[in-house]
T-cell receptor, first 111, second 112 residues
Framework: DAKTTQPNSMESNEEEPVHLPCNHSTISGTDYIHWYRQLPSQGPEYVIHGLTSNVNNRMASLAIAEDRKSSTLILHRATLRDAAVYYCILRRPSNTGKLIFGQGTTLQVKP | DTEVTQTPKHLVMGMTNKKSLKCEQH?????MYWYKQKAKKPPELMFVYSYEKLSINESVPSRFSPECPNSSLLNLHLHALQPEDSALYLC???????????FGPGTRLLVL
């Protein structure tokens, strides 16, 4: 399984945009890029995923580099509730749905 | 209903005890998963069930015994655990071949 590299921690101010980077230089052509986040004392929750094109949903946006070796999760206006560990995961299409979590980025949001 | 429930929330057990963790979902998902998460670490996959059959065992010690009695329920039977097995045990479900997994809140296990 291809590996992802994320900064250990990041800080943001409330109501400002947050850009969370992820490097995945060994990504294969069929790997999807998934993002999950884990709020304190909760299980992980799905945020967004994409293959090649940028993606938007109600939670976030995902910007994927043209060579797909990196991606950025964008939270448009951080709130205190967005303080969590954010995991960038490469998932090869298969029926198993297997997720291999990396170390993740701990996001702290300051009021 | 997009909820995965897990019981109990907390569990303390001795090394000679037998206990079970329970996970339930009513989303019609046919893939169910057990993950283990140690403090300050990411979740690690333990088992995958598809259509009530064990599909993947990530070389988990036999003191952990999963069971999927029907399409809504997933159990994890625990026997003769070690203190290093203390962790948060997470259950997840998803459509087989689908993109998204839905996680429960976990059971926090302490082995004394």
């Amino acid at each position: 399984d291809a590996k992802t590299t994320q900064p250990n921690s990041m800080e943001s101010n409330e109501e400002e945009p947050v850009h969370l980077p992820c490097n995945h230089s060994t990504i294969s052509g069929t790997d999807y890029i998934h993002w999950y986040r884990q709020l304190p004392s909760q299980g992980p929750e799905y945020v967004i995923h994409g293959l090649t094109s940028n993606v938007n949903n109600r939670m976030a946006s995902l910007a994927i580099a043209e060579d797909r070796k990196s991606s950025t999760l964008i939270l448009h206006r951080a709130t205190l509730r967005d303080a969590a560990v954010y995991y960038c995961i490469l998932r090869r299409p298969s029926n198993t749905g297997k997720l291999i979590f990396g170390q993740g980025t701990t996001l702290q949001v300051k009021p | 209903d997009t909820e995965v429930t897990q019981t109990p929330k907390h569990l303390v057990m001795g090394m000679t005890n037998k206990k079970s963790l329970k996970c339930e979902q009513h989303m019609g998902h046919r893939a169910m998963y057990w993950y283990k998460q140690k403090a300050k670490k990411p979740p690690e996959l333990m088992f995958v069930y598809s259509y009530e059959k064990l599909s993947i065992n990530e070389s988990v010690p036999s003191r952990f015994s999963p069971e999927c009695p029907n399409s809504s329920l997933l159990n994890l039977h625990l026997h003769a655990l070690q203190p290093e097995d203390s962790a948060l045990y997470l259950c997840a479900s998803g459509r087989w071949g689908g993109e998204t997994q839905y996680f429960g809140p976990g059971t926090r296990l302490l082995v004394l």
